[in-house]
């Protein structure tokens, strides 16, 4: 990923637009349902360009046009992918100081020089690239060799650039664009890729002046170098040029040793550990959020890392492939589909990564929230699609006819030509591979097209990745993954596991939160005269209407029974003492240990009148928000051994949110229960909408339909039928 910096630009251009109308044209009928034939590929005129190497090896691609007079210069590095670490950015401030200063020119002055002349000139991180008219070319490839050769990136200059850049990282917490494109790389190559690692505020902070140093030393070198000129420049004249600035440029070896452990020291950097393997589709289906609280829309990229190379004899295949599915034109099927059909989105794409270090496939939509997870079912449906049945011939000529357009287009930028030669050295492509693009991309099939979405599209190992509400989406997301600890990941704005922000509560305690709760709901007086209390609730499970009707008995006493269409799938009763849990067609099962205790502890109306009874530990985490509430978060270790989190609103007092922390069917869950709507009855306020994720049974909403106060159970009723204990 290359950061470029415009140091200064003055830059007229002139866009000439017009069209004639023959009326022969404007009366000819045509046959609009048939296809063109398509012509034989046209001969592809690249230009001319000359290359050769100075004495220290480093090339030079000359590109003639003397057309204006004016002259590009780009000097490009070769530069392997790295392992930033715990200073993910230093590379990006490389780019952003490599014009900072140099031992005979600071930035001001370098700044004035290019601006004097009316020049333009950019850095990166692998690089640069300058403009200017030809009569001031000597004096600006003096700047060029001195910034390129012997930067001196000053300590104030890089102050600067490192507030500039926390600035950015600040800025992407509420940018929930630049959050999918940082987050959405480290989810599809992972956070210890050089292609997924993300700069934090944290690792700009370690970034110092020797890093910097070192990592221009090391890889910026002739040998590793290429010199490019374009425009009103002759061989011969950029020959001397060449010679000139860059051909006594021979700078020292830097220090580089590999460790036992397999890293590297490289001088000046420290120890580094290098990438190595090329990430590759793996493992199950698995979902990924950054949670927006009430956001509006989501952002929904389905993607995967790929092993595609530019000099793969399939690439031109797989880029016809995924112009047909979302590379561009309007009649995708992604465009027609999330847009023209569903009227879901405005614009949906797809993007097809070539690289010889590590290639990518990722679609993208800003979606409504309420189509989350609709536009994702729809986005693996297209890719399924693209795998399973051909393409028709309309899509395949639209396609076609699409691409040549856009390669005729960019032969009339002479840079084009420069670009074009720079990428077949670095990408080690055959010298004809862009002379023959248009025969070759004519002699696509359909065969082909299918052959190159069965290589290279892998929708039952792709990452889900939504920037979103989590509260609105998470739920309907779960369905979507082949991962179950967890379902879905929740990470932030960072791409680092989300944990909670708090700050630190010094004006209360947990059990005064815990009272205000209790006076909020009615109070401990009005609590109290609640003896028996029974409890409807209705859901969905598996798509099945579900009722789970709750008894609440004196002295601890319990009963409940789960019905799915009608029918009794389960049933508990705790006497107050011993539990039993019934299932038809199975043994009664006295509850133990955990699940007796887990019981217990929620077999009251209000189970917070007794919290101390019920804890071993009750914690003031600290606030924080949820949604626009501001909340105050409790952390109870309880008499069974579970972690429980309550959020209580610190206006209202009431409880907003559940998060129970459990092990269950060998696997640890997180289930998030949240309340609202709270309604009296009995004089107390009891929550009627609880919308539940996490749980074993996946996300679910339940609604309390009734509730009974003070209507004594007959005798009996919560007897367990357990046999009696006898002591030996």
Do not use: C
């Not at 952003?96 to 930035?107: E, V, Y």
């Not at 600035?167 to 929930?176: A, H, K």
């Not at 797809?350 to 990518?360: I, K, P, W």
């Not at 998470?474 to 944990?499: F, M, R, T």
Request: charged content about 25%.
């Amino acid at each position: 990923m290359n950061r470029h910096r415009m140091i200064t630009a003055r830059s007229r251009a002139t866009m000439i637009a017009g069209g004639l109308l023959l009326p022969a044209l404007m009366t000819a009928q045509l046959d609009r349902s048939r296809v063109p034939v398509p012509g034989p590929a046209p001969v592809v005129n690249m230009g001319a360009h000359t290359t050769f190497l100075l004495p220290n090896n480093m090339r030079v691609i000359v590109v003639e046009n003397h057309k204006l007079p004016m002259v590009g210069v780009q000097v490009r590095f070769d530069i392997p992918p790295m392992i930033q670490g715990g200073r993910a950015g230093y590379i990006d401030l490389v780019g952003d100081l490599l014009a900072a200063g140099t031992p005979t020119r600071d930035k001001a002055t370098i700044d004035e020089s290019v601006d004097r002349m009316g020049a333009s000139l950019f850095t990166s991180n692998d690089g640069l690239y300058a403009n200017a008219l030809k009569k001031h070319l000597d004096g600006l490839m003096d700047i060029v060799a001195d910034v390129i050769t012997q930067p001196t990136f000053p300590e104030v200059e890089l102050e600067k650039a490192r507030k500039r850049a926390m600035s950015e990282v600040q800025q992407r917490q509420e940018d929930p664009g630049a959050i999918a494109d940082a987050v959405g790389r480290a989810v599809t190559f992972g956070n210890f890729h050089p292609y997924g690692e993300v700069t934090t505020e944290k690792t700009l902070r370690l970034v110092d002046r020797a890093v910097l140093i070192g990592y221009h030393r090391k890889f910026f070198r002739p040998e590793k170098g290429y010199l490019v000129f374009v425009g009103d420049i002759t061989e011969k004249e950029a020959k001397a040029l060449a010679k000139e600035h860059f051909g006594k440029w021979k700078p020292k070896q830097v220090s580089h040793v590999v460790n036992d452990d397999g890293t590297e020291t490289i001088e000046g950097i420290g120890i580094v550990q290098p990438w190595k393997h090329v990430a590759t589709p793996a493992g199950p289906r698995r979902v990924v959020i950054v949670d927006r609280p009430g956001a509006a829309q989501s952002i929904v990229r389905v993607g995967f890392p790929l092993n595609f190379q530019p000099k793969d004899l399939r690439a031109l295949n797989a880029q016809v492939m995924n112009t047909i599915l979302g590379g561009g034109v309007f009649n995708a099927r992604l465009m027609q589909n999330l847009r023209e059909d569903k009227g879901w989105t405005y614009g949906t794409g797809s993007d097809l990564q070539a690289d010889r270090f590590n290639g990518s496939f990722h679609t993208t939509a800003n979606v409504r929230t309420a189509v989350t997870d609709s536009a994702v079912v729809e986005t693996l449906n297209e890719l399924l699609r693209m795998r399973d049945e051909p393409v028709t011939t309309e899509e395949l000529e639209l396609a076609k006819r699409y691409m040549a357009g856009s390669f005729a287009r960019s032969l009339e930028d002479p840079r084009t030509v420069a670009r074009f030669a720079l990428n077949t050295y670095l990408n080690g492509l055959p010298e004809d591979h862009y002379a023959t693009y248009l025969k070759r991309l004519e002699a696509v099939s359909i065969a082909d097209v299918q052959a190159a979405a069965e290589t290279f599209l892998y929708p039952d190992n792709a990452v889900i990745f939504v920037v979103g509400d989590r509260a609105s989406i998470l739920p309907k997301l779960e369905p979507l993954s082949q991962i179950s600890d967890p379902a879905v990941i929740e990470l932030d704005h960072n791409g680092k596991p989300y944990e909670e922000e708090l700050e630190r509560v010094k004006d209360r305690t947990a059990e005064q939160i815990i009272e205000h709760y209790l006076e909020a709901i009615g109070g401990r007086s009005a609590i109290a005269t609640i003896r028996d209390m029974r409890t409807e609730i209705t859901t969905e499970l598996g798509g099945e209407a579900t009722t789970l009707t709750q008894w609440y008995g004196p002295n601890n006493q319990y009963r409940s029974l789960m019905k799915v269409k009608g029918n009794s799938v389960q049933e508990e009763v705790l006497d107050g003492m011993r539990a039993v849990r019934k299932v038809p067609a199975q043994p009664d099962e006295e509850l133990f240990d955990i699940d007796l205790l887990d019981l217990k502890q929620n077999a009251y109306p209000v189970p917070e009148v007794f919290i101390k009874d019920n804890v071993e530990r009750l914690i003031l985490s600290g606030s924080t928000m949820i949604g626009d509430r501001k909340t105050y978060k409790i952390t109870m270790m309880t008499n069974a051994g579970t972690s429980l989190n309550d959020y209580y609103d610190a206006e209202t007092g009431l409880k907003l949110r559940r998060v129970d922390l459990k092990y269950m069917y060998g696997r640890n869950l997180k289930i998030i229960t949240d309340y609202s709507d709270y309604q009296p009855a009995g004089g107390v306020l009891f929550p009627r909408s609880l919308v539940q994720s996490g749980g074993p049974v996946g996300s679910m909403t339940m609604q309390v339909t009734a509730i009974e106060v003070n209507k004594p159970q007959a005798v009996g009723f919560f007897n367990t039928g357990l046999p009696a204990v006898v002591d030996e």
